[in-house]
């Protein structure tokens, strides 16, 4: 029942936002090392030409064309040390001649400032690494250079012990009594206008489609006994607005009206103890479309002390690389009117000042490399598809 926090119940939320960073202080320096069955079903409904010139034209990848349906089994690792971590292993996408699906190598980045992205080709063969700005604990928020984002922002507290708490720079408010359960939920853009997260999740474009605001929900479910996540779901928007709703001035209560739309769920099914501590040992992660099903059953193989590792080692000298921090930061994907600075890697990255100053090659450089056969299956790419799908059915 919601209701008033009574002051005990007010310092348990206290006390385990404190022993949910405690806990990602006490793994900063662990490896993880999971198995993913990854399920993916789609019946994609036949984009239009203007749709897909414009999903090309920013440096969006185009999706199949016709159904599919898949499952495969993979292993990926989650490095992480103080102040830098690294997700790689293999991914199943799909490939859009055969929809049958391959395994592509990955490896993705976050440090305290920015992210990046470790590009291959169907060899397995590096040809440019992507690089990006991001607000401080970078790991918090969205990876805009990831390709595959099998670990992305959203899953990292159920995957990598890190605390939810400044998710997307979400504002948690409490609003459970619970005692066996806090429940919190975040509003990207509260009815005032208030923006509370990063700016992609309020892009003005998005606002106007919906016509009114906030769209976006986020609920996350914590257990303060374990002082772990049980889950988070994700709700994009309105699935239904009624007639009377429309052209006129709503108010917070109308909200409470309205049925949302589950876009995404992830959900801790066992736990384990490792060092006195509580960790996800099973997660089921599920996104939901329209045309589109995803379902990564995650389970925990190994947890062990991780070897140092920094950017410098990860890059050989003389890779390209596609550089973006002077685009800014909070963004999904790097923005359109921005040009990444291109330079082959000498072991240090330039200032910013240089990157500002460099000539740089047009935007769609950004993809020119990439095989069109390879979809990735989920978070980034999906989520500019439900955009555009809902574009698309706007205008219909």
Known sequence: MVGLISPTYAQLNLSVWQDLREKEDKFSNTTFIWEAEVFSESNPTALPDEVLGRIRTQGGIVPPSKPYKFAKIV???????PSFITVSGDWPVINTDTLTPDLVRFQTFWS???CGDIDRDVRGRIYVVEIASTPS????HWNPVDRISAVNGLNFPFLAATSPEGLFGLEWELNS???DTLVFTAYPRSVDGT???DSWLVDPASIDLDGFDPNVLFRLKIDPRRSAPLSLEWYLGFEVIPADFMNKTLRAEDFSKLERSLVWRIEVRAYQQIANQWLPKEVIEEYFSGDTYIRIAWRLLEVKTSKPERLESLIPLGTEVADYRHCGEGYQLPPSDCRPALYRWDGALPSIEKL???TVMPPSYRRAHIDWRWIP???LVIVGMIWWMRTW???R
């Open 75 to 81: 292993k990926l690792t989650i490095r992480r040390n």
């Open 112 to 114: 305290t400032k920015f």
């Open 137 to 140: 604990y970078s790991y918090r």
């Open 177 to 179: 009594e619970d005692k």
């Open 195 to 197: 923006v509370k997260a």
């Open 356 to 358: 500002r100053a460099a």
């Open 377 to 379: 299956p989920v978070l």
């Open 393 to 395: 059915r706007k205008n």
